[in-house]
């Protein structure tokens, strides 16, 4: 098992910064890719970032290329999501997600979700 937690979550104005972490525990050595997910209110959720826990390779949805950079530290088992130029639409809860070895990349692991609000 893995569990998962956000943090870094809040309210913040359009244009401005924030830094998400989440950090993973239990069996991390089983981790394949660590995502992150929003959901606006009323929309489906969708992907906003992953990285692979190996190999460091990263991958951003087009709505957030150039703003978002998703990095992580194996050492402290963290995966963190960058946003810089934070725009109204960015406002969702957040989730980040662990894909364990030998799952066909679905993403077994959830945590539970920090809200991000920007204002305009």
């Known amino acids: 098992q893995v569990q998962l937690v956000e943090s870094g979550g809040g309210l913040v104005q359009a244009g401005g910064s924030l830094r998400l972490s989440c950090a993973a525990s239990?069996?991390?050595?089983?981790?394949?890719?660590m995502g992150w997910f929003r959901q606006a209110p009323g929309k489906e959720r969708e992907f906003v970032a992953a990285?692979?826990?190996?190999?460091?390779?990263?991958s951003a949805a087009d709505s957030v290329k150039g703003r978002y950079t998703i990095s992580r530290d194996n050492a402290k088992n963290t995966v963190y999501l960058q946003m810089n130029s934070l725009k109204p639409e960015d406002t969702a809860v957040y989730y980040c997600?662990?894909?364990?070895?030998?799952?066909?990349?679905?993403?077994?692991?959830w945590g539970q979700g920090t809200q991000i609000t920007v204002s305009s």
């Open positions: 997600a662990a894909t364990p070895l030998g799952a066909g990349g679905r993403y077994d692991y």
């Open positions: 239990g069996r991390t050595f089983s981790i394949s890719v």
């Open positions: 990285i692979t826990w190996r190999g460091g390779s990263a």
